[in-house]
């Protein structure tokens, strides 16, 4: 079991680019939760994806983020025009069925110049 | 306020010694999880609890949804449980997405 993958591991963007982050969750788990991290706000929830469909966004700034999960092995985190406030790792988790324990990717480290 | 409150923010410990860090909750939290965050910034699973007590080799933790707190109690500290060690709760049913503690950072020291 490979865990949950993310790519790339390490992301730099101008400022005003996009950035497309990736997240392969675990076999057989239909649940796949964004989060980032940052030193001044900590770790922090984005959104949530459960057999595919969007259940809770609530996290995501309005503007420029969006998510999708095309199928049951991929979710990608959609950042236009990013600005450096945008700057963090942001994290892929997946669970089972999204109500028990969930399981961390390695991040995927974002810089926007 | 912070949903998720956890202390203490650093802790320094000599090889060999106990400590304990705790969660105490504003939520109706209904599950906790407990992490390690390494070096290399991977997040690594320690504990899963709905309420009750689970322990694994030097480690042990609790969770008390009555009294809306956790611990987690570290025996005979070694030089690889350095790191900074996070509290996430879930907030009600049915599927949540986990609530963050700020982190304590766990330094051992020979």
């Known amino acids: 079991n490979a865990g949950v993958i993310q790519t790339p591991r390490h992301k730099v963007t101008g400022k005003g680019q996009e950035a497309t982050l990736w997240c392969e969750p675990i076999s057989g788990h239909s649940a796949v939760f964004w989060y980032r991290q940052t030193i001044v706000q900590g770790l922090e929830f984005l959104t949530y994806?459960?057999?595919?469909?969007?259940?809770?966004d609530s996290g995501m700034p309005k503007e420029r983020f969006s998510a999708q999960m095309p199928n049951q092995s991929h979710s990608t985190l959609k950042i236009q025009s990013t600005q450096p406030q945008d700057s963090a790792v942001y994290l892929c988790?997946?669970?089972?069925?999204?109500?028990?324990?969930?399981?961390f990717g390695p991040g995927t480290r974002l810089t926007v110049l | 306020g912070d949903k998720v409150k956890q202390s203490p923010s650093a802790l320094s410990l000599q090889e060999g010694t106990n400590s304990a860090l705790r969660c105490n909750f504003s939520?109706?939290?209904?599950?906790v999880q407990w992490f390690l965050q390494n070096p290399r910034g991977s997040l690594i699973n320690l504990f899963y609890l709905v309420p009750g007590t689970k322990e694994n080799g030097r480690l042990k933790s609790a969770f008390d949804s009555k009294e809306s707190y956790s611990t987690l109690h570290i025996r005979d500290a070694q030089l690889e449980d350095s790191g900074t060690y996070f509290c996430?709760?879930?907030?009600?049913?049915?599927?949540?997405?986990?609530?963050f503690g700020t982190g304590t950072t766990v330094s051992v020291s020979p």
């Open positions: 994806f459960r057999n595919q469909a969007p259940i809770d």
């Open positions: 996430a709760a879930e907030e009600g049913q049915g599927g949540r997405a986990l609530i």
């Open positions: 939520i109706a939290a209904t599950t």
């Open positions: 988790a997946s669970s089972l069925q999204g109500e028990d324990e969930q399981y």
